[in-house]
């Protein structure tokens, strides 16, 4: 399990969230929503050192998460930022191989576990066809799942994305979510930033929800809705309908 216990973070030289607890169960699919500037990101920024710890402690599979050396902690949380700030000239295939370096020596020389493990990324995220292609050539929903492939690669039982879907079409943002709901199925822990209410609430086995840098609520979609939190943060309606078996979800 991962566990936040009287965290407080800054970012920036900022503290920008105070005495925070909160724990993500294992193998679910855990969502974080909420308004802009509430902290979400902070908050999971602490997993790739982008938020300071300045207060409490993470505790990863009962280790001080603190504590771990950063090729450790790449071993163990995979971490996908919001924003990818530059996009590499470089083959798709080369950067989905990146996702292995925690586990290569100096001279990030591959075996074939690591060659095996990098194909069966891209096979996963349905990218194989582009693996010769530049990055930079790609469209915006191949490309993000070029990066998610990398984060496949590293291998982790943690999957920690922040906003993944952000400007993508609906096409794109189905394709990413089913990738990450299959890696809950076979039993990672996978935590998201999403802005998509709906989404959040039909994908989800755990919902956190944060306000003025607080978490509000720590539950189940379906006990978000039975105490009215997602409308009294959000101000906005929550219908919800069955189809197949299947519970959706559609705010106004």
Not at 1 to 27: C, H
Not at 40 to 63: F, P, V
Request: charged fraction near 25%; aromatic fraction near 8%; charge should be neutral.
């Amino acid at each position: 399990m991962l566990e936040y216990r009287n965290v407080s973070l800054s970012s920036g030289g900022v503290r920008i969230l105070y005495d925070i607890n909160v724990a993500f169960k294992t193998g679910k699919l855990t969502t974080i929503i909420g308004p802009n500037g509430c902290g979400k990101t902070t908050l999971i920024q602490a997993l790739n050192g982008q938020s300071r710890l300045c207060g409490g402690e993470i505790i990863l599979d009962n280790e001080d998460f603190s504590s771990l050396k950063p090729k450790q902690r790449a071993r163990k949380v995979s971490f996908l930022p919001q924003v990818h700030m530059t996009i590499p000239a470089i083959s798709t295939h080369t950067l989905v191989s990146h996702g292995r370096f925690p586990y290569l020596g100096f001279a990030r020389k591959m075996g074939e576990e690591d060659k095996r493990i990098i194909r069966e990324a891209m096979k996963t995220a349905d990218i194989l066809e582009y693996e010769k292609e530049g990055v930079d050539t790609l469209s915006g929903g191949v490309r993000q799942r070029a990066f998610i492939a990398m984060q496949l690669a590293q291998s982790c039982e943690y999957i920690v994305a922040d906003e993944p879907t952000t400007y993508l079409d609906v096409k794109s943002r189905k394709q990413v979510l089913d990738i990450y709901s299959k890696l809950r199925n076979e039993g990672r822990t996978v935590v998201l930033v999403l802005h998509d209410i709906a989404k959040a609430l039909e994908i989800s086995d755990e919902l956190i929800i944060m306000k003025n840098r607080k978490i509000l609520f720590s539950g189940t979609p379906a006990e978000a809705i039975k105490a009215g939190i997602v409308e009294e943060v959000f101000e906005t309606e929550v219908k919800t309908f069955t189809e197949d078996n299947r519970i959706y979800y559609v705010t106004d």
